[in-house]
T-cell receptor
Framework: DTGVSQDPRHKITKRGQNVTFRCDPISEHNRLYWYRQTLGQGPEFLTYFQNEAQLEKSRLLSDRFSAERPKGSFSTLEIQRTEQGDSAMYLC?????????????????FGEGSRLTVL | GEDVEQSLFLSVREGDSSVINCTYTDSSSTYLYWYKQEPGAGLQLLTY?????DMKQDQRLTVLLNKKDKHLSLRIADTQTGDSAIYFCAEKTRVKFYFGSGTKLNVKP
């Protein structure tokens, strides 16, 4: 299967602990996105990468959140000092974007998500 | 581009048509998308429409776009129980995607 994969699928942690999620995008996709989804809501944009460069971060991404994509392939999203309000599904998506904005449809392909529960 | 709105619920009988509506705000959106999400899963792309089109048909799915009113709809013909899921519309503005809150479609046998 060459789709987007995320790990772990579920994580339960205690408040104050650090957690890290990993995303492996579709191999030929150069754009990678992180979204957060809470119950009854649509995905909310967190950040995205063009290759290894993190080009935009949402105001939702506090300084406890950090994302990396060191070699332009897989990405990690780390949450430090987790809070109960961080409980959500963290979705990763990739697209075959281009340095020229808007070229091609560049639709997002999503992984299955990593569900975080902070106790 | 951050205000994408959808009605929350829709209930139909198996075999009927379903119409899910969406409004968006960014007139510079290049593409608009419909995604489907089943319980515990990620989002699956169903179809999309380019902003200079009015309609797109793809098997049982018909997408209608009214750019003047910034209104998008998804029609599912001959709805099946397997179509029960949450449907999200999304607009793409440059490189970012904005999603609605989703419409939960319940298909009764």
């Amino acid at each position: 299967d060459t789709g987007v994969s995320q790990d772990p699928r579920h994580k339960i942690t205690k408040r104050g602990q650090n957690v890290t999620f990993r995303c492996d995008p579709i191999s030929e996709h150069n754009r990678l996105y992180w979204y957060r989804q809470t119950l009854g809501q649509g995905p909310e944009f967190l950040t995205y990468f063009q290759n290894e460069a993190q080009l935009e971060k949402s105001r939702l991404l506090s300084d406890r959140f950090s994302a990396e994509r060191p070699k332009g392939s897989f990405s990690t999203l780390e949450i430090q000092r987790t809070e109960q309000g961080d409980s959500a599904m963290y979705l990763c998506a990739s697209s075959a974007g281009s340095l020229l904005a808007g070229v091609g449809t560049g639709e997002l392909f999503f992984g299955e998500g990593s569900r975080l529960t902070v106790l | 581009g951050e205000d994408v709105e959808q009605s929350l619920f829709l209930s139909v009988r198996e075999g009927d048509s379903s119409v899910i509506n969406c409004t968006y705000t960014d007139s510079s959106s290049t593409y608009l998308y419909w995604y489907k999400q089943e319980p515990g899963a990620g989002l699956q792309l169903l179809t999309y429409i380019f902003s200079n089109m009015d309609m797109k048909q793809d098997q049982r799915l018909t997408v209608l776009l009214n750019k003047k009113d910034k209104h998008l709809s998804l029609r599912i013909a001959d709805t099946q129980t397997g179509d029960s899921a949450i449907y999200f519309c999304a607009e793409k503005t440059r490189v970012k995607f904005y999603f609605g809150s989703g419409t939960k479609l319940n298909v009764k046998p």
